[in-house]
């Protein structure tokens, strides 16, 4: 398919950084790389030629007509028209797509002949208005992705809601489905009891169509989901340097759910890493710690796995380095994310929404959009420098592991026994008051409400403690 040009017209001067971002966006991002084919003017090598005469070539090539408006109106031509206004003009005598944006929601400070030329835009087309370069790109994103589906060149909704071809009910295994019951009943008082019947469960969880799996039905209890989506594997190799090199001293690929990967994986690497073992001499408990913690690494693998890209050819890759561990998945963050933003508080914007239901329902990832932060505090709690996130053929996390390993260890060991007392105030809290919320233990203990919640999802995970009705009346069992 040829790909579609879109012309980015704005004031050179005004607009340099939502340009270039814009160019690099089209150019990076997994999806509209595979579709759109960004133009910038001064992108251009030198030619001999009348400048006006090239960018109206240039808007003819093109598919669609992207500008950007702002307060400057640019130098004018002997007919008293500035370059951008001429290329609007182009593009809509040619028929051209037109998204404009307008930055600001006021035309105070405008010149004159802009605020009359977003008067013209907007008689013809609808404008939309932006302040931040995320705003933006957030909004680009969503006009030519709208575009796209009206053209029926992709699916109006996420792939993991998409029905997967050639599957039937038949490739859903039922035991699969009843351990997946058993685990979110603890975990988080799952409403449906074990032995439903299969086509129930996944209509509870819309993960059928028609009669028929959907993606997601599949990457989560399928017998073989590899062989309906065989990029869906995980890629694990451990390197005894600092970089890719031959031959791997260890290489793994790993198949099956969702669920048997993200498990495996992360043994694969606590298997690879250092882990200190403590001595009874202060706690009857023996304290144990790795050196990078696990809730560390099993978050960054379930991340991976929650968010990929699944209509990529590419896996999630996770490589253990001598200096580090590195996560990637061939993906990107959502339009209303930066990289700055997951340091801190931020909304959930899941990328594979009907995957991430089941996740959450067992206890792999929240809703809360806390996980990232989670992980830099858990890293900082054992001496370890903050994980890195970045975008470089797909979304990465990189975690460092520690430069003295004794230290780390140590320190890790800490908060091993730290966590252990913490555990064990909890039962025993639980045990002598089975109605108390979990913000009231909290309170008791002297921790914050979000340490007693994993607290609490971790021992009932491992079948020591069961909650049963609602969060604010229901009741705990030590088990």
Known sequence: MRPIRVFISS?????????????????????????FEPFLFENLPAKDQRADSVYLQEVEKSDIYLGLFGNEYGSKDNDGLSPTHREFQKASELGKIRLIYVKGNEDTGRTPEMRQLIQNAGSELIRK???????LRSAVYNSLVQYLADRKLIRSGPFDRAICKSATLKDIDESRIQNFIRLARKTRAFPLKEGIAVKDLLTHLNLVDSAQPVNAAILLFGNSAQKFLPSSEIKCAHFHGKSVAKPIPSYQVYRGTVFEMIENAVDFVLSKIDRAIGTREKEVIVPAGYEIPREVIAEAIVNAVAHRDYTSNGSVQVML?????EISNPGALPPELTLERLRGPHASYPANPLL??????????????TGTKDMIERCKAVNLPEPQFSIRDGFVVTIQRPGSVETSVETSVETSVENQKTDALLLELLREHPTMTLAEAAKKIGKSVRAIELA???????????????????TWEVL
């Open 321 to 325: 380095f001598s200096d580090r561990l």
């Open 129 to 135: 208005r932006f302040t931040l370069k995320e705003e």
């Open 456 to 474: 609490s999802a971790k021992l009932t995970k491992a079948g020591r403690l069961q909650h049963t009705g609602s969060k604010k009346s229901g």
């Open 11 to 35: 004031l050179q001067q005004e607009f340099a950084e939502e340009r270039q971002m814009l160019f690099k966006f089209l150019q990076g991002d997994p999806l509209l790389h595979r579709f």
């Open 356 to 369: 991430s239901e089941p996740l959450y329902w067992t206890g792999y990832i929240e809703r809360m959009g």
